[in-house]
């Protein structure tokens, strides 16, 4: 089984045409996790309805410098996760300098800004998603101290295979099988 985190684009796409058992989600503020809104699972990375060792692999692009509790987000995918299984994801990584946080969640629940708002596109919201968090050199670490994930950055940069981009990096986190 597939979870694909704010699915978008032409590899979400392919994903939901081609894989049977792939449950694309998004979250919608104003509706209760586990509902479905056009077609899409409500679900909240930080606070997932799914139960424990739901899901072989984990997709999520472009999604985790959204996120207002990264170390929850991580946590939850690590939970959801079958032994052996896989979160594949990418994320603007400016490895060269420490991690930024933009924003981050008030007691109250209301967002704090400690810099001036960023925002990128967003596949269901016109007015884009706030950029939280600009990870730096700490990702992998950050990944490993709040969910217990090892991950690996897949760098492929090939101008005869037309990989040429910023940020380009793949990221893997392997969720340890019990027997190894």
Not at 38 to 52: A, K, S, V
Not at 96 to 115: C, N
Not at 164 to 169: N, Y
């Amino acid at each position: 089984m597939i979870h694909e985190s704010s699915p978008g684009g032409a590899a979400s796409d392919k994903l939901a045409r081609e894989c049977a058992h792939c449950l694309q989600t998004h979250w919608y503020p104003d509706m209760r996790s586990g509902e479905t809104k056009y077609g899409f699972r409500c679900e909240n990375l930080e606070r997932q309805t799914f139960p424990d060792g739901s899901f072989d692999l984990v997709v999520s692009q472009d999604v985790f410098e959204h996120v207002l509790d990264p170390a929850m987000g991580f946590a939850e995918i690590a939970r959801t996760l079958k032994p052996g299984g896989a979160h594949v994801f990418t994320v603007p990584w400016f490895y060269w300098k420490p991690t930024v946080v933009r924003a981050a969640r008030a007691e109250d629940g209301s967002v704090t800004h400690f810099l001036k708002p960023d925002y990128h596109g967003n596949p269901i919201d016109e007015n884009g998603s706030l950029v939280v968090t600009e990870w730096g050199a700490n990702l992998c670490d950050f990944i490993y101290r709040t969910s217990g994930l090892p991950t690996t950055v897949i760098y492929q940069h090939d101008k005869r295979q037309g990989i040429e981009a910023e940020f380009i990096e793949v990221f893997v986190s392997r969720k340890r099988d019990m027997g190894q």
